[in-house]
C-alpha cells in the first residue's frame, strides 16, 4: 500500500506513513496530505508535511479502490505521538493512521 500511495499520487515517505483514513475523500477523488511521521534522535513524531504545508492531491481510481481493499482487510489503528519537535514540553497527538506495524505503532520511515 505504501508503494501504491507513493507512486499514484506523488507521497513522500513519512506522507504515506502519517495518512488517515479521514484524509481520504472518495467523492471528490483527492487525498489531504495533513501530517508526515517523522523520526528525530531515535524518536518518532507526528510533523506537517515538508514545508510546514498541507496539500491536497489527485487519487486516481485504481489508488482509490486499494485503499478501500487495504482497509477491509487492516483496520485504521490509532496512534499517539509527540506533536513537531520531541522533547519534555511537546504535546502529544492521536491519529489513526492507515499504515502500522504488526505491533499497532507508526511505520518510521527509516525501516
Known amino acids: 500500500m505504501a ?3 507513493g507512486l499514484g499520487c506523488g507521497l513522500r515517505q513519512g ?3 502519517g495518512l488517515s483514513p479521514k484524509d481520504i475523500d472518495h467523492a471528490r477523488g483527492v487525498l489531504h496530505v495533513r501530517r508526515q511521521v517523522h523520526a528525530a534522535y531515535g ?5 506537517l508535511p515538508k514545508r510546514a504545508k498541507a496539500r491536497t492531491v489527485d487519487m486516481p481510481s485504481s489508488v482509490a479502490e486499494e485503499l478501500k481493499r487495504h482497509v477491509g482487510m487492516f483496520s485504521p489503528v490509532e496512534v499517539e505521538l509527540l506533536w513537531e519537535k520531541p522533547g519534555p514540553d511537546s504535546p502529544r497527538r492521536k491519529f489513526s493512521l492507515l499504515l502500522t506495524t ?6 518510521a520511515v527509516n525501516t
Open 102 to 107: 504488526r505491533f499497532g505503532n507508526a511505520v
Open 43 to 47: 524518536k518518532l513524531y507526528f510533523a
Open 15 to 17: 506522507e504515506v506513513f
Open 3 to 5: 508503494v501504491v500511495l
